[in-house]
């Protein structure tokens, strides 16, 4: 084979590997996807229950997904008595009662956020949080706040989705 032929082969055989690599781009630039994607579906806020006298809806569904207000450690319309323990307890309580009436449970919490009057309460809040919650827990934020509602020491704000 002469080095025109072999020049002439080669550069014959780049072009064609260029022309079948920019026809196969071109083809699958074209082509559907070949991966599932999930379809967004618009779903209308419910509004649930009511605050009472006060401003605020119980908790929106929205989907799948449960957002529920803020609770303190009320109870018959008082703050129980017995410190951040009592409290935590009870404002755990009143989001597990939200959660069942609407159809969800303590392992549909997704995330949750604690409000705290005294940081050094963060530890007796916990030993409470871990005693009424399993693994795998929730995500969390925690604040320290300068007050809270009817003179609470803790209030927790949850999300449920199923």
């Known amino acids: 084979m002469s080095t025109h032929n072999y020049k002439f082969t ?3 055989s780049k072009a064609l590997l ?3 690599c920019s026809l196969g781009f071109a083809v699958s630039a074209n ?9 967004m579906t618009k779903s209308s806020p419910v509004f649930l229950g009511d605050g009472g006298n006060y401003p605020f809806s119980e908790a ?5 997904t449960l957002y529920m ?7 018959d319309g008082k703050l129980v008595k017995g410190g951040i323990k009592a409290e935590a307890k009870q404002a755990l309580d009143n989001i597990h009662a939200t959660l069942l009436k609407y159809g969800y449970q303590k392992s549909d919490i997704v995330k ?3 409000m705290l009057t005294d940081m050094d309460d ?3 809040f916990n030993k409470v949080y871990k005693a009424e919650l399993a693994k795998p827990y929730p995500v969390r934020s ?4 300068a007050e809270l509602a009817a003179g609470a020491s803790v209030e927790v704000e949850c999300i449920a989705a199923k």
């Open 142 to 145: 925690a604040f320290g706040v």
């Open 10 to 12: 080669t550069n014959l």
């Open 31 to 39: 082509a559907a996807p070949t991966t599932n994607s999930a379809s």
């Open 18 to 20: 260029v022309a079948a």
């Open 122 to 124: 963060f530890d007796d």
């Open 60 to 64: 929106v569904r929205v989907g799948n």
């Open 69 to 75: 207000s803020g609770q303190i450690g009320f109870k």
């Open 112 to 114: 949750c956020m604690a």
